[in-house]
């Protein structure tokens, strides 16, 4: 070896050398990050904003008496009741923090820029009241810009967006602004009908237009317990409920059918099925419910295999409470089945997928990365105690900071 690879060498090892001891203070700084670091750090985490001098002063005072409020709880749960105490307060926590994290549940392509609309404006006064999340999939709920400073915006219409655009526009106070009400009573839909985040307007425009409503199952799946299809094939579960649309020998190739399509749609169309009486009319830009009338949209393509199931009704099978799926964690409650979106939506939120998935998408928010293998004991106790408190997904948002406050 010559002396001009040598000296490569020996300046490599040195940059290496330099660069771990820089990683190691950096990590022993975040590790030892004092109360006015990790103040700051949890308020912007959870605000989006840097937090001015008195709150940063007192929020640190709050963390280094060890005590919020008037309880004095030790390690973590302190860091959140200081978090609860100052950052949830903040009005961009609502119209920044959880509107970003939101949007993109909203549209088909997960994006975050998207118009504000009232799927995202029921989430957000969900968490701002401590509505129990568990019911977002099924309750007669519906959140509107009516309150104060909300002035001259357009009144919410079944048939358009614009009273959101406009709130969207004039950087209404969101936390100020938003009014619980029905969906019932605002857009008209039966309440039987009514199924929390799935039956909003903007859920309909995205997930019921066209197509087969299969989508609707999907980015449900997709938003809510963090499954896509692929993750959750199974093509051990019966047959029997495929719908004629989908072709038994794609291509002239059973085996493709038997090994790839049947792991989705075994357990997706018996669940679809809920969706039977729903359409989003284009023309008309509004949700449509045909009660007792299932959807043409699910005969279409019949003849791709005429002896496929037909859809008589909106009832529902949950195939994967066996099987694989039965990780999920289905409930021990005697369901698995009923009639309609909102015994649907119930299922899939009491499953413990469902809150692992909102404990995992907030804590990737706030701590600005997914949890690792390190976190899972953190992440845990968050998820016991979201579900222990009646699913009250704020404090999800408070714990997840306070679990990451100095890294």
């Not at 490569?8 to 004092?34: D, E, I, K, P």
């Not at 004039?170 to 929390?196: D, H, M, W």
């Not at 804590?363 to 997914?370: G, K, L, P, Q």
Request: overall charge neutral; glycine content about 8%; some cysteine.
């Amino acid at each position: 070896m010559n002396d001009m690879t040598t000296g490569f060498h020996r300046s490599a090892n040195a940059a290496r050398t330099v660069c771990c001891a820089v990683l190691l203070l950096q990590y022993a700084c975040f590790a030892s990050a004092g109360p006015n670091e990790q103040a700051r750090r949890i308020y912007e985490r959870i605000a989006g904003t840097p937090p001015d001098a008195t709150t940063l002063t007192a929020m640190a005072s709050a963390i280094s008496a060890g005590c919020s409020g008037t309880s004095c709880p030790a390690g973590s749960q302190t860091l959140a009741n200081v978090a609860h105490q100052y950052a949830t307060s903040a009005p961009s926590f609502y119209n920044v923090t959880v509107k970003n994290l939101v949007i993109p549940w909203t549209n088909r392509d997960q994006t975050v820029f998207a118009p504000f609309n009232d799927y995202a404006a029921t989430v957000i006064g969900m968490v701002r009241d401590d509505v129990s999340f568990n019911t977002a999939l099924s309750a007669d709920i519906l959140y509107t810009v009516t309150g104060p400073g909300a002035g001259g915006l357009p009144a919410p219409s079944p048939a358009n967006n614009n009273h959101y655009a406009a709130a969207e526009t004039n950087a209404v106070n969101l936390k100020a602004a938003l009014v619980q009400t029905t969906q019932s009573g605002t857009y008209g839909i039966p309440v039987e009908a009514t199924a929390g985040l799935i039956t909003t307007r903007a859920a309909a425009a995205a997930f019921f237009i066209n197509g087969t409503n299969r989508a609707m199952f999907r980015f449900t799946m997709i938003n809510h317990l963090c499954h896509d299809m692929e993750t959750v094939m199974d093509t051990t579960r019966p047959a029997d409920r495929i719908r004629q649309d989908v072709a038994r020998s794609p291509g002239g190739d059973s085996r493709l059918f038997l090994n790839n399509c049947a792991g989705c749609h075994t357990g997706m169309d018996p669940m679809a099925q809920a969706f039977a009486y729903y359409n989003f009319d284009a023309t008309a830009g509004q949700l449509q419910y045909t009660a007792g009338h299932v959807q043409p949209k699910y005969f279409i393509n019949a003849t791709n295999f005429p002896f496929g199931y037909v859809t008589p009704d909106n009832s529902w099978s949950n195939r994967w409470r066996a099987g694989i799926n039965a990780s999920l964690g289905w409930p021990n409650n005697g369901g698995g089945s009923g009639m309609g979106a909102k015994s649907l939506g119930a299922e899939l939120a009491s499953s413990d997928a469902f809150a692992q998935c909102q404990v995992t998408k907030v804590f990737t928010a706030v701590c600005f990365r997914a949890p690792t293998q390190a976190d899972q004991a953190a992440v845990g106790n968050i998820k016991a105690s979201f579900i222990s408190s009646g699913y009250h997904l704020k404090q999800v948002f408070e714990q997840s900071a306070a679990a990451c406050p100095g890294q």
